[in-house]
C-alpha cells in the first residue's frame, strides 16, 4: 500500500487561501487515483474532491466546486488542494485517500479507498 501524509492545514480567516498537500511515499503516486475528504465534529465524512491518475478527470463536492482546486505531480509524488475563498463551513479535518487504479476514473465514496493519511485540520473563523 502507498503511505500518504497531509500537510497545509492551519487557522485562517474567512474569505483566505489555503494549499494542502498529500506526499505518497512506498508506491508512485501516479498509479493511484487520489481523492481528498473532509470530517467535521459530529458529522460524516464528506467528499471533497477527487483526481484521476493522469490528472485529466477530476471531481468535486458541490459545496466546493468553483473554490477549490485538485492537482497532482506525480514526478513529485504529491497531490494538492488549493483551497481559495474559505468559509467557517469548510472548518474539519481534511484526509487524502489513495486507490490503485487500473483505468483513468476517479472515486466519491470513502469506501472505495483503501489507503489514508493521518489527516491535517483546517479551521476558518469568521
Known amino acids: 500500500q502507498v503511505q500518504l501524509v497531509e500537510s497545509g492545514g492551519g487557522l485562517v480567516q474567512a474569505g483566505a487561501t489555503l494549499r494542502l498537500s498529500c506526499a505518497a511515499s512506498?508506491?508512485?503516486?501516479?498509479?493511484?487515483?487520489v481523492g481528498w475528504f473532509r470530517q467535521a465534529p459530529g458529522k460524516e465524512r464528506e467528499f471533497v474532491a477527487a483526481?484521476?491518475?493522469?490528472?485529466?478527470?477530476?471531481g468535486y463536492g458541490d459545496s466546493v466546486k468553483g473554490r477549490f482546486t485538485i492537482s497532482r505531480d506525480n514526478a513529485k509524488n504529491t497531490v494538492n488542494l488549493q483551497m481559495n475563498s474559505l468559509k467557517p463551513e469548510d472548518t474539519a479535518v481534511y484526509y487524502c485517500?489513495?486507490?490503485?487504479?487500473?483505468?483513468?476514473?476517479?472515486?466519491?465514496?470513502?469506501?472505495?479507498?483503501?489507503?489514508w493519511g493521518q489527516g491535517t485540520q483546517v479551521t476558518v473563523s469568521s
Open positions: 485517500a489513495a486507490r490503485y487504479a487500473v483505468g483513468d476514473g476517479y472515486y466519491v465514496t470513502h469506501s472505495a479507498y483503501d489507503s
Open positions: 512506498g508506491r508512485t503516486i501516479s498509479r493511484y487515483a
Open positions: 483526481i484521476a491518475r493522469s490528472g485529466g478527470n477530476t
